[in-house]
């Protein structure tokens, strides 16, 4: 059974927060979302943020290996191992070489000569906005264990994770929020397809699994 037949639900969850992110792009000009989270900034949020911002790093990689260790299997934990080390190269090809032109929002609004009473306790990062990086890491890592999960609240609760990850890219002013939607897509598609080969190659119906198979019934 594929990914998608097998998770159904987290795949439609998925895709109306897309479809809500997207409605959400088309009805504001670039950089207006951004500025309405800077206008009403709250402290703890922004705290909260600056610790939620890191699970799109190591922690997050730990956090969902610990996860999936916890409700998984071997080959849960291979696929995010593979699916991490693919999001990294892409990400980078991408950042790189495909759009080394994209600015951060700081310098867009610079440009746009829009003043930014702003100095967080933070960086700001300046150039190589597209995709998100964080974004995608978070989306790679956390539905990679949304798929380990196989029940739906495990899985609400992981993709729950990724999407507050994107959000803390928006609010911190890392990122637009094009970058983000390419940043999840980008990680789902990347755990989807190693979660298929695996599937195909790992899978009962396997013409090695079928004689790893055979060879056990014959022995016992």
Same mark, same amino acid.
């Given at each position: ?19 809500? +992110? ?9 950089? !207006?979302?951004?500025?309405?989270? *800077? %206008? ?6 922004? !705290?909260?943020? /600056?610790?939620?911002? #890191?699970?799109? !790093?190591?922690?997050?990689? $730990? ?9 998984? #299997?071997?080959k849960d934990l291979s696929i995010l191992g593979i699916s991490t ?5 892409? @990400?980078? $090809?991408?950042?790189?070489? /495909?759009?080394? %032109?994209?600015? #951060?929002? $700081?310098?867009?609004? %610079? ?28 989306? =790679? ?7 380990? +999960?196989r029940r739906w609240p495990m899985q609400f609760a992981a993709l729950?994770?990724?999407?507050? /990850? +994107? ?7 890392? *990122? ?11 990680? /789902?598609?990347? @755990? =989807?397809? @190693? &979660?298929?080969?695996?599937?195909? $190659? &790992?899978? !009962? ?5 079928? #004689? @790893? ?8």
């Amino acid at each position: 059974m594929s990914p998608f037949k097998r998770n159904s639900s987290l795949y439609i969850s998925y895709l109306v927060l897309v479809l809500f +992110a997207f409605v959400t792009l088309l009805l504001n000009q670039k950089g !207006e979302v951004l500025l309405f989270l *800077h %206008e009403s900034r709250i402290p703890w949020l922004t !705290e909260s943020f /600056v610790i939620i911002t #890191r699970l799109g !790093e190591l922690q997050g990689f $730990i956090l969902s290996a610990f996860m999936i260790l916890l409700i998984g #299997r071997f080959k849960d934990l291979s696929i995010l191992g593979i699916s991490t080390l693919l999001m990294l190269l892409l @990400v980078h $090809i991408l950042k790189h070489y /495909v759009f080394p %032109e994209a600015v #951060r929002p $700081i310098v867009f609004f %610079e440009q746009m000569g829009s003043v930014i009473d702003y100095d967080p306790d933070y960086h700001l990062n300046r150039k190589h906005s597209f995709p998100s990086g964080h974004t995608t890491a978070g989306f =790679t890592y956390f539905f990679a264990a949304a798929l380990a +999960a196989r029940r739906w609240p495990m899985q609400f609760a992981a993709l729950l994770l990724a999407v507050f /990850v +994107a959000l803390s890219r928006i609010y911190l002013m890392q *990122h637009f929020v094009i970058d983000t939607i390419a940043g999840s897509l980008l990680g /789902v598609m990347i @755990v =989807t397809t @190693v &979660a298929y080969f695996s599937d195909k $190659i &790992a899978g !009962e119906d396997h013409k090695w699994n079928r #004689r @790893v198979l055979n060879f056990n019934a014959s022995s016992s």
